[in-house]
């Protein structure tokens, strides 16, 4: 029995296969080092990552750099080696890096080695952000003084801080303290110059240089012109009123950044509820939003003079005085006073009953007067008196 022969198969296996040519094939893998050779890099240090091509007689394009955090880098080079140097500045710089090389072969477009081993690079986060707070407030009223506190997480490294307005460092204030934990910076007056966005950082003593933390979150500060002077008004609007009518005296003031309390002053002393009789109002709390109120329902003559209020505001736990508001003079004339709406009903009551009263006087008084007439024309005989003992004069003769 003849055996097969597979020599007509072998025959057809270049067609089914066809074999690779040089020109076909990727060219190796690149050669990747790290300089220096750190388990640790630190903000500010410079890294070298170079990336060298065997030898070969590929023309070389360029290098691709890329990296796990993101970031890839190309560069057109015909060099058999290049080197990537970078500045760390954070997390970013750090991960596993690696490299791969492009060559031109004849006939071919640009083809790209497969990427070299990954090489990572450790890299030391910058010191965590510190807290900053301003004190008493971040509003305030320009002349009053403020206090800024940074403050860091513990740490046994030596440690520096700075004061920021924008990207500024402020200079020109007072330093009251500076530790490891933090650092307090005092302004005597602030002023309009200091309305802005304050941030801190400090610096950490690490491997023998100084590593700058992260910012602390920016705290807007406000500083506001000194409260204007408050406006009193009066009703009536002319300021005179007679004795027992009702005066109302307004304090307006505005502005509501800060607590208030309003105070009134008749001829420079100062009048409150309760001290005067009959004398109403709040002066501490708002009556109609922008201001408060001292009310006097039944005004007397005494009351009489020249009325102004004042404003306070309360600014970093102390009671700032605004300029007192222009004087109002306040006239109280003399005379009968007129009962208020209500009382006008127990004045027609009593008048009604007075002449009920007098009515029924005037009745009685007719009807006595009525009886003692009938009395002295007419006595009257009962039976058996003597009719000759009286008068003529007394009888009234029938016609």
């Known amino acids: ?17 066809p074999l690779a040519t040089p020109s076909d094939l990727a060219p190796p893998a690149p050669n990747i080092t790290v300089t220096p050779p750190k388990t640790r890099f630190l903000i500010g240090d410079s890294v070298s990552i170079a990336c060298a091509a065997p030898a070969g007689s590929d023309r070389v394009q360029g290098f ?21 140097t970078i500045i760390i500045a954070g997390p970013r710089d750090g991960g596993f890096h690696s490299c791969s090389y492009s060559v031109l072969r004849r006939g071919r477009d640009k083809l790209y ?15 965590t952000q510190p807290n900053l707070t301003v004190m008493p407030s971040s509003v305030t009223v320009e002349g009053q003084p403020l206090v800024f506190f940074c403050v860091a997480p513990p740490s046994a490294a030596a440690r520096r801080f700075g004061f920021f307005q924008e990207e500024l460092e402020v200079t020109d204030w007072i330093p009251e303290g500076s530790g490891a934990g933090g650092a307090r910076l005092r302004v005597e007056r602030s002023d309009q110059n200091r309305t802005g966005n304050f941030s801190c950082r400090y610096e950490e003593m690490t491997e023998g240089r100084w590593i700058a933390s992260y910012p602390s979150d920016a705290v807007q500060v406000v500083v506001k012109d000194p409260c204007p002077a408050p406006l009193l008004s009066v ?3 002319s300021g005179v009123v007679a004795a027992g009518h009702r005066l109302r005296l307004t304090c307006a003031a505005p502005r509501r950044d800060f607590r208030r309390r309003f105070r009134f002053f008749r ?30 329902p039944r005004i007397s003559p005494e009351l009489a003079g020249n009325f102004s209020c004042l404003l306070e505001e309360e600014v970093g736990g102390a009671w700032l005085e605004a300029p007192p508001s222009q004087g109002v003079a ?9 009962p208020e709406e209500f009382d006008f009903l127990p004045l027609v009551i009593g008048g009604v009953v007075g002449v009920a009263l007098l009515l029924l006087v005037i009745l009685l008084a007719a009807w006595l007067c009525r009886r003692r007439r009938g009395r002295s024309r007419w006595r009257g005989l009962r039976p058996g008196d003597d009719t000759g003992t009286l008068r003529m004069g007394d009888l009234e003769v029938a016609a």
């Open 64 to 84: 691709r750099f890329t990296s796990t955090s993101g970031w890839a880098m190309d560069v057109l080079t015909s060099k058999r080696a290049f080197v990537h």
């Open 267 to 296: 001829d420079g002393a100062e009048v409150t509820p309760g001290d005067v009789d009959d004398v109403t109002g709040d002066v501490t709390g708002d009556v109609t939003g922008d201001g408060s109120e001292l009310l006097f």
């Open 113 to 127: 080695s497969p990427a070299s081993r990954a090489v990572h690079i450790n890299v030391q986060d910058r010191p």
């Open 1 to 17: 029995m003849a055996q097969p022969s597979f020599i007509p198969l072998l025959a057809t296996l270049p067609i089914l296969f």
């Open 330 to 338: 306040v006239v109280v004339r003399g005379g009968f006073s007129p």
């Open 235 to 237: 009703e009536p609007p």
